[in-house]
């Protein structure tokens, strides 16, 4: 097996930025997540061993704020002059399972059931992510409940962190292959034992969940579990697998661009129509709609649970409202209660 | 033929706008063909397009028959956007992506008669669907049209209701308005109830409705009444759209995209999700 030292870490990490932009978690003032890894940015301490920073890699596929076209207006003229399809080639190292399902869910959003987004394709072509296996889940991790095994990150490479000897490499697919031999020097070859995976402390169970709120629309839990809830957003923002956007347009005079950035289900505009109706009128169709996306719609349509478990919206929500109790309670109560 | 913008759909074609008719006191008909002339892409009935221009984007309904080298969108004043669509002239340029949207059932109606319910400017809509079944009119049996709006004024397309369609061979059209009117001597009253009132035998037909969500929700109601089976019903849903493409979220109906998967849903279909229409 392949094995790369600690103390390569770096070096490798410069090698890999020579041909693209590097993301790594990094801890940058009060807060971390991911950041290019750049001259300004190398002495910030590396967040290799922190289980999940506080913001996920998605605005490397998915920015909080991305250009897509450039407008001018002259009269009754109207022009479309230029596209902003990036695809310049980046690296994501460090990602862990929970946002790396996170990102396929993305994918699956963005590039199946019948278009392709030209705009998170051409970023997500030229990604390459190095996926750090996880053995021992925090306190708000429950990602295993959620179907994702830690311990293998969908990534096109994997790390295994050993300890002092550093960590195991194996390249997963064709462009952690490529990946692999690039960094070919900084690699040795030898023999080391997986680490061993401990449990998680928080105790969900998501089995059975999608299938019974699908009569649990009208359930006057929502009610209540709605409750502390202020609408302020944070938990969209935070979360790896949100993917709501907005497109907005910013002229100046006679030219702009158009534009697409992250929105919130939490927010009365997301679905306020122009005519003044509006289908989620208060925070509890709101709050609902959020759950019901996070762990029934989303299953129904692809499969598998919009929450990955990473636990990143417990610990941002200012009014302590938490997923896993709302998991939980939904899998306690009496379904059959109807408003 | 079909200019799709597959490679970019987030990304409007331009086209200009070659007339505009005056509909009622705030529905205006746009036509649309493509800069240098030709049409944009091929519609089926029921199917939307993104319509720009740099205030901001909005799903419509479309107009387009074959043979036709434009494109015709009846839009209702009603928001930011459409403020600014009514104040452009002939020769505008906009922004225009699609086609969107599943369309109506054009082929599994065929050898059906059918029942066209609609309430204000839900009448653009099923306009596409109603003159494609004259343009086949073989193809269909008996055409029965219940339309309703506020007042006489706001009745969109005049010449086509009370001239053009009921002359068609084995048509009726019916219709109300809300509150009498001086001017008017026909039916007086809301749509669901002259629908329960004019009582259309539900044998061999399919039903199509589209109107504001609340005509629509109490039209299911009347023809459920009058013993439509659930699959004989038929209508379109609305919700606020960005993308058009079931990426940006917002108009889901549980699992359902309206944009993609909709907007046109049987009641069986319908059942299967959220009352959240």
Not at chain 1, 319 to 331: C, F, S
Not at chain 2, 62 to 82: F, H, N, P, S
């Amino acid at each position: 097996m392949k094995i790369l030292a600690k103390d390569k870490v770096q070096a490798l990490l410069d090698k890999i930025a020579q041909q693209a932009t590097v993301y790594v978690p990094m801890a940058i003032e009060q807060g971390s997540g991911f950041y290019p890894w750049n001259e300004d940015n190398k002495e910030k301490p590396l967040l290799l061993d922190a289980l999940n920073v506080y913001n996920s890699p998605k605005y490397v596929v998915f920015p909080q704020t991305e250009r897509m076209y450039d407008l001018k207006q002259q009269g009754q003229e109207l022009s479309i002059d230029k596209t902003y399809e990036d695809s310049s080639e980046r690296v994501i190292f460090g990602v862990r399972a929970c946002d790396a399902r996170a990102m396929r869910s993305l994918d699956d959003v963005f590039l199946t059931r019948g278009f392709e987004d030209s705009f998170y394709k051409a970023r997500r072509d030229n990604v390459t992510v190095i996926g750090n296996a996880c053995y021992n889940p925090g306190v708000n991790c429950f990602c295993g409940a959620m179907g994702v095994a830690m311990t293998e990150p969908e990534t096109d490479v994997i790390i295994r962190d050993t300890g002092n000897d550093g960590y195991i490499w194996e390249a997963k697919t064709e462009k952690g292959e490529k990946l692999t031999a690039l960094v070919a020097e900084f690699l040795v070859d030898k023999e080391l034992k997986y680490p061993e995976a401990k449990s998680f402390t928080t105790q969900v169970d998501y089995e059975g969940v999608a299938e019974k709120l699908k009569s649990m629309f009208d359930h006057p839990l929502w009610q209540k579990m709605a409750e502390p809830c202020v609408n302020c957003g944070a938990c969209t923002y935070i979360c790896p697998s949100c993917h709501c956007f907005d497109i907005q347009v910013k002229m100046w005079g006679d030219s702009g661009y158009r534009f697409r950035c992250w929105d919130s289900c939490m927010y009365a505009e997301y679905s306020a129509e122009a005519g003044g109706g509006n289908p989620r009128p208060t925070g509890v169709e709101r709050f609902r709609q959020r759950f019901l996306h996070k762990l029934e719609f989303f299953n129904e349509r692809y499969g598998y649970s919009l929450c990955t478990g990473c636990g990143r919206c417990t610990i941002v929500c200012p009014a302590g409202v938490r997923i896993t109790d709302i998991i939980n309670e939904i899998k306690e109560v009496d379904s059959s209660v109807e408003l | 033929m079909s200019n799709c913008n597959c490679e970019q759909p987030l990304v409007p074609h331009i086209v200009e706008v070659i007339d505009i008719v005056e509909e009622t006191p705030d529905v205006k008909s746009f036509y649309v063909k493509s800069v240098g002339g030709g049409l944009p892409y091929q519609v089926m009935p029921g199917q939307c397009s993104m319509l720009s221009l740099p205030v901001g984007e909005g799903m419509f309904s479309c107009t387009w028959q074959e043979g036709q080298e434009y494109q015709q969108y009846a839009i209702k004043r009603v928001g930011l956007l459409t403020e600014e669509l009514h104040r452009i002239e002939v020769g505008q340029k906009l922004g225009l992506r699609g086609p969107y949207g599943n369309g109506f059932p054009i082929e599994t109606s065929r050898g059906k008669d059918m029942l066209f319910i609609a309430g204000g400017i839900g009448l653009a809509p099923l306009r596409s669907f109603i003159k494609h079944c004259f343009k086949n009119r073989s193809d269909y049996g008996k055409i029965t049209i219940i339309y309703g709006s506020r007042s006489y004024n706001d009745l969109c397309f005049k010449k086509e209701l009370f001239e053009e369609w009921p002359s068609q061979p084995d048509t009726e059209v019916h219709i109300t308005i809300d509150n009498p009117e001086e001017i008017w001597k026909g039916h007086v009253g809301f749509v669901p109830a002259y629908v329960e009132e004019l009582a259309p035998d539900p044998a061999g037909k399919v039903s199509v409705t589209c109107g504001p969500p609340i005509m629509i929700k109490f039209a299911l109601q009347s023809l459920q009444k009058l013993g439509y089976q659930d699959e004989q019903i038929v209508t379109t849903l609305e919700m606020r759209m960005k993308c058009g493409i079931g990426k940006c979220g917002r108009c889901n109906i549980g699992s359902q995209y309206i944009c993609l998967d909709g907007p046109v849903f049987d009641l069986t279909q319908l059942k299967q999700l959220p009352q959240e229409w």
